[in-house]
């Protein structure tokens, strides 16, 4: 019997219950990993909601790290790029969507709290709308892909040490929202399937 939705196989798990057995790993398996996949990639649609809206409600970006989060734009720009460029399901990679998404809005909150923008967070925003549609439309030599892709783990840890060195600056948070930090870190573990 073969019942395919999303890209995921029902099918045999529907025929070997049917027939009173336990389904085969073979077919639990990737249904179990297209299941969690997509499961990430809802959860993803909301994990930078509570830092957007801790700023929108104290209009405030007081401790937080611009660096941190352009940084981040970046690491999520290279990441869904890559995965778009070589195919990969949706269920792979549709977290990113979501989360570059949220970052790009976030990074626009931050610029709007922030005191007036110096002419070097415009080049740096003009810069990456310039290089974002030629990364993501995957019109870059493959080898530069491929570097640019094993550096988007570096990046998201490099996004992250701005943020620490802030924080421990001001012995405090600040603005920044844990129910978001909780939800990242989740994310990531849950990724590590």
């Given at each position: 019997?073969?019942?395919?939705?999303?890209?995921?196989?029902?099918?045999?798990?529907?025929?070997?219950?049917?027939?009173?057995?336990?389904?085969?790993?073979?077919c639990?398996?990737?249904?179990?990993?297209?299941l969690?996949?997509?499961?990430?990639?809802?959860?993803?649609?909301?994990?930078?909601?509570?830092?957007?809206?801790?700023?929108?409600k104290?209009?405030?970006?007081?401790?937080?790290?611009?660096?941190?989060f352009?940084?981040?734009?970046?690491?999520?720009?290279?990441?869904?790029?890559?995965?778009?460029?070589?195919?990969?399901?949706?269920?792979?990679?549709?977290?990113?969507?979501?989360?570059?998404?949220?970052?790009?809005?976030?990074?626009?909150?931050?610029?709007?709290?922030?005191?007036p923008?110096?002419?070097?967070?415009?080049?740096?925003?003009?810069?990456?709308?310039?290089?974002?549609?030629?990364?993501?439309?995957?019109?870059?030599?493959?080898?530069?892909?491929?570097?640019?892709?094993?550096?988007?783990?570096?990046?998201?840890?490099?996004?992250?040490?701005?943020?620490?060195?802030?924080?421990?600056?001001?012995?405090?948070?600040?603005?920044l929202?844990?129910?978001?930090?909780?939800?990242?870190?989740?994310?990531?573990?849950?990724?590590?399937?």
């Amino acid at each position: 019997m073969e019942l395919e939705i999303l890209g995921m196989n029902f099918g045999c798990v529907l025929a070997a219950l049917a027939d009173a057995k336990i389904p085969d790993k073979g077919c639990l398996l990737p249904l179990a990993s297209k299941l969690l996949g997509y499961c990430i990639v809802a959860a993803s649609t909301t994990v930078k909601l509570p830092q957007i809206l801790k700023i929108l409600k104290h209009g405030s970006v007081r401790g937080l790290s611009v660096a941190s989060f352009e940084l981040e734009v970046v690491g999520y720009t290279i990441a869904l790029a890559y995965c778009i460029h070589k195919g990969l399901p949706f269920s792979a990679y549709g977290e990113l969507v979501f989360l570059l998404i949220q970052a790009i809005i976030l990074v626009a909150i931050i610029y709007y709290y922030s005191p007036p923008m110096e002419t070097k967070t415009w080049m740096k925003a003009l810069l990456y709308c310039g290089m974002a549609p030629t990364v993501l439309g995957g019109k870059i030599n493959p080898a530069l892909f491929e570097v640019l892709y094993a550096t988007q783990h570096a990046i998201f840890f490099f996004a992250r040490v701005p943020q620490i060195w802030k924080n421990f600056m001001n012995k405090g948070t600040g603005e920044l929202s844990f129910l978001t930090c909780f939800m990242n870190f989740a994310g990531s573990i849950g990724k590590l399937n």
